[in-house]
């Protein structure tokens, strides 16, 4: 048994050593002929999703305009958000600079979309610049809608037991902040999420499991209450997923209540009011309170008219095909990331499947063909259960598990493995897919 557990580390190890851990995820890493075009591209967003398509792109097409439009600066790497937000990373490990991502050949325009018009085929900006196109690929993320809880403010994060990791780097920080207090006192936790689709659905359990291990390891658990209260109907999208932490939840003394979505925060007297399926309110005291607010398609999606009309009214994703990411009534337009209207995909690793799709599609689009590449939802998310363990859950649109290690890491057990995928493996493929190189 030891001599096989120490075989399996090895093994993992040079995986990752020799860069498979990017190519077991499936991400094909073959060179490509290059192709001569005049093609105007734009790509709204310099995220994970509109950078690790310029980087293929621009590698693939000899002549084409790729123009990408984003305002911010700094380039985040989103999936270390959790580990800032439990003491366990500094801040500025998730920070980059966008420009320094991009390659030459690529056109980077540091304002804000505003409108499409996908008849005429231009992009407006806050600058007042319109932009042509004959392709374009929506990839801007999703807003964090702060506002639509009744007296929240970011202002309020690390401030009498608030914390709200998603917020960016600086709020991650100021989380821990509040949680390091909270884990030092004792008293009532409460974690929420939103009743929308949101980005990685994992990290507000990733964060109530690190903040039940930081009160254990600081011998302080006793003195703690924890309390998981959702406004869905199960602890996660995957019903063997659930289960499984569900058992864990149970295990460790967290409790859950489902049907219930935080709609407003009073700090002075630390109360959290949450509306259950019938409309009644209900007010939840803590010490420590985690949000996650309502996450939403930026404007200009909805009021250009690429949104669902009959699907997710309320969020506003882009209306694609799930398969192929394509817009529905625009065949040169295509989603990638977060503002993708698909069941499933709002995480960086789903981002590493997405864009070789788009990618195939959009350079068939050139040859006047069709593309071949299609996206099964993939979506990936190490699941933080306490610091050094971690379960390394895959699946598809159809909740189907699709480990890309079997016979090495099982998807439903904590292992020291998975959390080096978290610790290790995960930033370095992020990278690379951010370079196109994954």
Same mark, same amino acid.
């Given at each position: 048994m030891t001599g096989d557990l120490h075989t399996s580390r090895r093994s993992f190890l040079g995986l990752i050593a020799a860069g498979g851990g990017a190519a077991a995820l499936g991400v094909p890493r073959a060179k490509a002929a290059m192709r001569s075009t005049n093609a105007r591209i734009v790509i709204i967003g310099a995220g994970a999703a509109g950078t690790a398509l310029a980087n293929r792109l621009v590698r693939r097409l000899e002549g084409a305009q790729i123009t990408v439009i984003d305002p911010r600066a700094e380039h985040l790497y989103q999936p270390g958000l959790s580990l800032v937000a439990a003491g366990l990373k500094p801040a500025d490990y998730v920070v980059s600079q966008t420009a320094d991502w991009l390659p030459e050949g690529v056109s980077l325009r540091a304002e804000r979309v505003v409108a499409v018009d996908p008849v005429a085929q231009n992009v407006t900006t806050d600058a007042g610049e319109r932009l042509d196109y004959d392709f374009l690929v929506v990839a801007p993320g999703l807003v964090l809608d702060h506002d639509a809880i009744a007296g929240f403010s970011l202002d309020m994060v690390g401030q009498n037991g608030v914390?709200?990791?998603?917020?960016?780097?600086?709020?991650?920080?100021?989380?821990?902040?509040? *949680?390091?207090?909270?884990?030092?006192?004792?008293?009532?936790?409460?974690?929420?999420?939103?009743?929308?689709?949101?980005?990685?659905?994992? !990290?507000?359990?990733?964060?109530? &499991?690190?903040?039940?291990?930081?009160?254990?390891?600081?011998?302080?658990?006793?003195?703690?209450?924890?309390?998981?209260?959702?406004?869905?109907?199960?602890? &996660?999208?995957?019903?063997?997923?659930?289960?499984?932490?569900?058992?864990? &939840?149970?295990?460790?003394?967290?409790?859950?209540?489902?049907?219930?979505?935080?709609? *407003?925060?009073?700090?002075?007297?630390?109360?959290?009011?949450?509306?259950?399926?019938?409309?009644?309110?209900? @007010?939840? !005291?803590?010490?420590?309170?985690?949000?996650?607010?309502?996450?939403?398609?930026?404007? &200009?999606?909805?009021?250009?008219?690429?949104?669902?009309?009959?699907?997710?009214?309320?969020?506003?994703?882009?209306?694609?095909?799930?398969?192929?990411?394509?817009?529905?009534?625009?065949?040169?337009?295509?989603?990638?990331?977060?503002?993708?209207?698909?069941?499933?995909?709002?995480? *960086?690793?789903?981002?590493?499947?997405?864009?070789?799709?788009?990618?195939?599609?959009?350079?068939?689009?050139? @040859?006047?063909?069709?593309?071949?590449e299609t996206y099964d939802g993939y979506t990936s998310c190490p699941l933080i259960t306490r610091i050094g363990r971690a379960m390394l859950v895959e699946f598809d649109y159809n909740n189907n598990l699709t480990p890309s290690f079997p016979g090495l890491i099982a998807p439903l057990e904590e292992l020291w493995i998975s959390w080096l995928m978290k610790e290790v493996a995960l930033k370095a493929t992020y990278n690379a897919m951010l370079r196109g190189m994954a």
């Open positions: 914390g709200a990791l998603y917020a960016g780097p600086d709020y991650a920080a100021r989380t821990w902040q509040a *949680a390091a207090r909270f884990v030092e006192e004792g008293g009532r936790g409460v974690f929420t999420r939103p009743a929308t689709e949101m980005k990685c659905a994992g !990290a507000p359990l990733k964060h109530s &499991f690190l903040i039940d291990d930081r009160l254990r390891r600081a011998g302080n658990r006793g003195a703690a209450e924890l309390a998981y209260i959702v406004p869905q109907t199960s602890l &996660f999208g995957v019903p063997i997923v659930a289960e499984k932490v569900r058992m864990l &939840f149970e295990d460790r003394g967290v409790t859950t209540s489902f049907q219930r979505t935080l709609t *407003a925060v009073d700090g002075a007297r630390k109360i959290a009011t949450f509306r259950d399926q019938d409309g009644g309110l209900h @007010d939840e !005291a803590y010490d420590y309170l985690h949000v996650i607010p309502p996450q939403r398609a930026p404007d &200009f999606v909805v009021q250009s008219g690429l949104a669902w009309a009959d699907r997710w009214a309320d969020q506003g994703w882009v209306a694609c095909d799930p398969a192929t990411l394509r817009h529905n009534d625009y065949p040169n337009i295509w989603a990638l990331g977060d503002v993708a209207g698909v069941p499933k995909g709002k995480t *960086a690793a789903s981002v590493k499947w997405q864009v070789p799709v788009v990618e195939d599609h959009l350079i068939a689009a050139l @040859d006047g063909r069709e593309g071949t």
